[in-house]
């Protein structure tokens, strides 16, 4: 892991810790730095004017500069004073892990940084949406509880298989639209592909549900009055071109409530709607309305038939404490559950510490247990004192016979009693067999060897991942694809040697001779030139040169009949510059 000075990323968890990658800022480009330069002015510009208050002087507090790319050690160094920190992914990580870096006060940033043809907006996570996007806005306390509890929520919550093929077709698309090199035909198999699993989701899970208030608050978020909304999603801060369009009344602002979740979004296309919310704490109650809903607060058999439908690790945790993780199978037919099981690698935790010799490697084939009361006793197990599981005859070395109200009955030698307090979480068997309906059904037979019985009536919550992630391997890992966006087309490089040229003008003393022999290399040789054009054409405002800024401003209306695509941009680039050499005048 790359380490950053800051004890908030000094309490990651190990697992989180791996998908950290080294910024390597030295891989950014004088062309790279323009693009963040161009970007950042253009949003000081508009969004003064639209976006929520904290966000230009927010800008300060999280670390961040309009003139360069940020430095994650300079972040951190300003966000560790209002208890946050900031670390450099390798682009997509899984929604699971993107949620409990927010749940542990981490901004997850891609390292890599968008390409030219996309500075408007990229489907693909880069700097500039992740630290200009949600960096400013974490200096306003409110909306920093709200993320920070959103990640503890969005934790929880329980994916299916169809969410991460989603995921892998959207990471796929949107790294192939960023990279240097894609061909027509690759994009169209990417989209097509992307388009199959959208049209098959079938039900949402609660991570697909919760994503899309993810997408409507934390991305895409409006504040205030219906008739006079801020910006404060991320999505809409970083966008340049979004961020302008969807203030228009052609999109439709909604007021915000969980009827949101009914809202599917395309993260490729410009949103349909937005949604308004009053204040950051209406958030909060909307987000505890869904939570409620969800698995992991609930418990029950409706819960655990959500975890085996994911077909993938999460937890159970029974009234005692005692958390059971691994992948479920289905359960009973009873109304309530009877008896809990899972298949392959298991582990057993308690308050998400992983509970001595019961590992995975321990429980490899898989746990089971019966879930519910004793028969003609109205006590959960979990409660007995030591004289209560004597009078059951659950004594070290005894042999006992206990039959649940369900019908199930484990009957064996006792070995062990394992206790957290007052509270009993596991009885150990051996020589046990566990069965109902007179051996009709059979759970587990003597030679299987030690039968570990978890204790609890019945079980309170279910929820995503194992309880103690640090010593129960994921299996989501790290994609096989790593993002890192090759931006090296020969037309490029030059354009990337020629903003180093401008570089090195606009930070040393302006020398006139060495603008003309830019501009006119540009006239000639470079085709895709207008960022480099602007920036000569700031530079020549910026010394009062009239005839420069003319030459400039001419080649740039030039190329607006000949690609008219670009003349926003241009037109944008122009007027900023001119704001900003009136204003400094």
Not at 274 to 298: G, S, Y
Not at 309 to 327: F, H, I, N, P, R
Not at 432 to 460: L, S
Not at 480 to 507: G, P, Y
Request: aromatic share 10%.
């Amino acid at each position: 892991m790359e380490t950053y000075n800051n004890v908030v990323l000094e309490q990651l968890p190990k697992h989180l810790k791996r998908y950290v990658v080294a910024q390597q800022y030295e891989r950014y480009t004088a062309l790279d730095q323009a693009l963040w330069r161009y970007v950042m002015r253009q949003n000081y510009s508009f969004l003064k004017d639209v976006a929520y208050y904290p966000y230009i002087p927010g800008l300060k507090k999280a670390g961040l500069s309009i003139a360069q790319i940020p430095d994650l050690q300079q972040m951190n160094d300003s966000l560790k004073l209002i208890g946050w920190g900031a670390v450099t992914v390798d682009g997509f990580i899984p929604p699971s892990a993107f949620m409990e870096f927010q749940a542990h006060r981490v901004l997850v940033i891609a390292a890599d940084i968008r390409q030219l043809e996309h500075i408007e907006y990229t489907p693909a996570p880069d700097i500039i949406h992740e630290s200009s996007g949600h960096a400013p806005i974490i200096g306003e306390p409110d909306y920093a509880v709200y993320l920070q509890y959103f990640g503890e929520i969005g934790t929880k919550a329980l994916s299916s298989r169809k969410d991460f093929e989603l995921y892998e077709a959207i990471r796929r698309l949107s790294i192939l639209k960023e990279q240097a090199g894609t061909t027509e035909a690759e994009l169209r198999e990417a989209e097509s592909q992307l388009k199959t699993v959208q049209d098959n989701m079938g039900e949402p899970s609660e991570m697909a549900l919760l994503s899309r208030l993810h997408w409507w608050t934390v991305e895409y978020g409006l504040i205030g009055s219906l008739e006079d909304p801020k910006i404060y999603g991320a999505g809409l801060l970083s966008s340049i071109g979004e961020s302008a369009s969807c203030m228009q009344k052609s999109v439709p602002k909604l007021p915000y409530d969980l009827d949101a979740v009914n809202y599917a979004y395309d993260i490729t296309k410009p949103q349909p709607q937005l949604f308004v919310t009053p204040d950051f704490e209406h958030l909060m109650k909307v987000l505890n309305q869904f939570a409620d809903t969800m698995a992991f607060r609930i418990g029950g058999k409706q819960s655990l038939e959500k975890a085996v439908d994911c077909q993938a690790v999460c937890t159970a945790v029974y009234s005692s404490g005692l958390q059971v993780s691994g992948v479920f199978k289905t359960v009973n037919s009873d109304q309530a559950i009877s008896y809990l099981q899972t298949v392959g690698p298991t582990a057993l935790a308690f308050s998400g510490k992983q509970l001595a010799g019961h590992g995975i490697n321990y429980h490899r084939e898989g746990f089971g247990s019966p879930v519910g009361l004793l028969e003609n006793s109205p006590k959960d197990l979990a409660d007995f004192s030591n004289e209560e599981l004597n009078d059951y005859g659950i004594s070290q070395g005894k042999r006992c016979s206990l039959r649940f109200s369900s019908g199930i009955v484990v009957e064996g030698v006792v070995v062990k009693v394992l206790r957290q307090g007052a509270k009993v979480l596991l009885i150990s068997f051996e020589d046990c067999e566990v069965y109902r309906n007179d051996r009709m059904e059979i759970y587990f037979k003597p030679e299987w060897g030690t039968y570990d019985m978890a204790v609890g009536a019945e079980i309170v919550s279910v929820f995503a991942g194992a309880a103690d992630k640090d010593t129960y391997p994921s299996e989501d890992g790290k994609a096989e694809e790593t993002s890192n966006l090759s931006h090296a087309a020969i037309e490029d490089s030059k354009l990337v040697a020629i903003h180093a040229r401008i570089a090195k003008l606009r930070s040393e003393s302006f020398d006139r001779k060495s603008w003309k022999d830019i501009f006119d290399q540009l006239y000639t040789e470079i085709t895709d030139n207008w960022l480099a054009l602007v920036e000569l054409y700031e530079i020549a405002w910026a010394h009062h040169d009239y005839e420069l800024r003319q030459e400039a401003e001419g080649k740039l209306r030039a190329i607006i009949i000949i690609r008219p695509s670009l003349k926003k941009l241009i037109e944008d680039g122009i007027r900023v510059a001119e704001e900003e050499a009136l204003n400094n005048h």
